[in-house]
């Protein structure tokens, strides 16, 4: 396995917050990292615009940050949970005073700025233009990520001293920041590789690919948060850029769903558990993932994820609302509550409901009285045989009785390998997201979506996996009494669940009103198989709704304020006229 830079990433200098530590300690030193290498010895050959760069690739997403909790996390959102409630899913969190996520972010965007300011003066341009690319797109990614919690933030372009006016000026209006990461992601593409032209050594490096991808991410986002504000003729604008720039994506042929024929209907779940080690019954490994388009890599040896990702994401640690398993269409592409549907098999006994389901289900959470296997007790002969389930963690699983009854399978390694090193990748961007990116883009644009576009994006998601399953078209849709827009979002709910991506949709959508307050759910207990002794023993002391349902959480609120996060007390201490975001 080649060892490629992204394993060892160099944190060149230490800077601290441009609103925090730095206006706190407000002393020179502590403002400039650029009196480390402003001897004249930096900032001499391409080379060291390309190791300065380096350092932004451990600013990435991965494990740790987007599967535990975080603001991108769906134990933020409405579709999971644990045993202890989430403040910020139940709508009771609070102005901590400090936030990391807004401070943290300005050193980031200080570094970027610095990589900047030197290559304007750098004589050989043409040397450097894939790191100031890479500058730039870092630099939006950062600010995308402001924009989602914060809306309104600063928007800094040089390496500011101690008596810039901006340290005490008022924030940028959120339409000014979508523009400004617009302009740099546009600035960033045509000056970086396509895929299949970054050398071995340097892959893992921000591709065209990767700005197109993040591009058609950010101007969705925008404008659907837009449109549904009633600011139609600005979401337009940004839904055509969300629409142009996922199609650049897939015209460029240089990525594709991961779906080898081997695998059948588990290629999905093993994408996800990837590894160069055997990961998977057929022994693919990730050399043959086209999908990923921008992730964050790991190996066993070299890089390893550094968290208990098999044992935190496995079985009843992650509870799975009842809302999520619903959404799973049935086998014949219908909702399980369409007045077409005569699959669905209700929820008479414990596995019923899980019969004749998009294959996804299966393969996600975890359908009772099947075999499964974790890091601990990995597969031995990858078959299901006799041999195999001596090793099975759990030969016939029974949910617990403490959760919801929905568990989840999703990041859980099925071979033996120690806690903490496991070695998959974490998908920061991939194909998939870009498809329905553009589905969603083109509907909320024209207001429509053809078959054509439909056949092109949402429906090679679905029918990955889900071969014979009906493809999702206008016909389909009004002979069955379909929402197109509801299909949309189903179908991105499902495939990109648990990967960060909830909550800011239902911020976006402007749906998080009523669907955060809703009772967390778990499984059909009355009148069910769960009910009798022969499941979980005893009769279950716990609040069911009119369906029979159990509770697992009520008294979840959520209003107004929460679509953004609060600008942290700290920060308004230091500069007052950040202002505060409403009802904060």
């Known amino acids: 396995m080649k060892t490629n830079f992204k394993k060892y990433t160099i944190a060149l200098f230490l800077a601290t917050s441009l609103f925090g530590g730095l206006v706190g300690c407000n002393k020179i030193t502590d403002l400039d990292p650029l009196d480390q290498i402003a001897d004249g010895n930096y900032w001499k050959t ?3 615009f390309k190791l300065f760069a380096n350092q932004f690739y451990g600013w990435r997403a991965d494990f ?7 603001p991108h996390s769906d134990y933020r959102s409405d579709l999971i949970s644990n045993l202890t409630p989430n403040q910020y899913s139940n709508g009771t969190n609070s102005n901590s005073g400090t936030d990391g996520n807004f401070s943290g972010a300005f ?9 900047l300011l030197n290559a304007s003066q750098y004589a050989a341009a043409g040397e450097i233009t894939q790191y100031v690319a890479e500058a730039k797109f870092f630099r ?6 402001l924009l989602q919690l914060f809306g309104d933030v600063p928007i800094v372009e040089g390496v500011l001293d101690v008596n810039d006016p901006i340290l005490k000026g008022k924030r940028n209006d959120r339409s000014e920041v979508a523009d400004f990461i617009i302009q740099d992601l546009q600035a960033a593409i045509p000056n970086l590789p396509l895929e299949n032209s970054i050398p071995a050594g340097d892959k893992g490096r921000v591709s065209r690919g990767a700005a197109q991808a993040f591009l058609s991410r950010v101007a969705l986002f925008e404008g659907t948060w837009q449109k549904f504000r009633n600011n139609t003729a600005r979401a337009t604008g940004l839904l055509d850029i969300a629409v142009n720039a996922a199609k650049g994506v897939m015209n460029s042929t240089q990525y594709e769903l991961f779906k080898p024929a081997i695998l059948g209907d588990s290629a999905q779940k093993y994408m996800f558990v990837l590894e160069d080690a055997k990961s998977n019954p057929a022994g693919i490994t990730k050399s043959a993932n086209k999908e990923y388009i921008f992730s964050n890599r790991h190996d066993e040896t070299l890089n ?11 079985a009843n640690v992650v509870l799975v609302a009842r809302k999520f398993a619903n959404l799973y269409l049935s086998q014949n592409g219908l909702p399980i509550n369409n007045a077409n549907n005569i699959q669905f098999q209700g929820y008479n006994t414990i596995t019923s409901e899980y019969q004749n389901r998009d294959n996804r289900m299966k393969h996600t959470l975890m359908p009772p009285r099947k075999a499964y296997w974790s890091n601990d007790n990995g597969r031995v002969t990858w078959l299901g045989d006799a041999a195999d389930l001596t090793t099975a963690v759990f030969k016939s699983y029974i949910p617990s009785n403490s959760g919801t009854g929905y568990n989840n399978q999703k990041w859980n ?6 806690d903490n090193f496991e070695g998959y990748d974490f998908p920061i961007i991939r194909y998939a997201e870009v498809l329905l990116n553009y589905a969603e883009a083109v509907f909320e644009r024209d207001g429509a979506i053809s078959d054509a576009d439909l056949d092109i994006s949402l429906n090679l998601v679905r029918n990955r996996v889900n071969t014979t399953m009906p493809k999702l078209s206008n016909a389909f849709a009004t002979a069955n009494n379909l929402d197109i827009r509801t299909e949309i979002r189903r179908e991105r709910t499902v495939e990109l669940y648990n990967e960060g991506f909830r909550i800011d949709d239902l911020k976006r959508w402007k749906t998080a009103e009523l669907e955060m307050p809703q009772d967390f759910l778990g499984i059909k207990y009355t009148g069910t198989e769960y009910a009798t002794a022969a499941v979980w023993g ?5 609040p069911k709704n009119a369906e029979g349902a159990i509770i697992f959480e009520s008294g979840r609120t959520w209003s107004d304020k929460n679509y953004l996060y609060p600008i942290p007390a700290d920060q308004l201490k230091l500069n007052p006229n950040l202002g505060q975001n409403p009802n904060w």
């Open 46 to 48: 391409a080379n060291q």
């Open 64 to 70: 740790r940050s987007v599967i535990n909790d975080n």
């Open 107 to 115: 050193s980031k965007i200080r570094l970027t700025n610095t990589l």
């Open 140 to 145: 939006a990614y950062i600010y995308f990520d």
């Open 304 to 314: 390893p994820i550094g968290t208990n990702i098999s044992h935190g994401q496995f």
């Open 413 to 418: 390694a099925e071979r033996k390998v120690t």
């Open 538 to 542: 005893t009769t279950l002391n716990r």
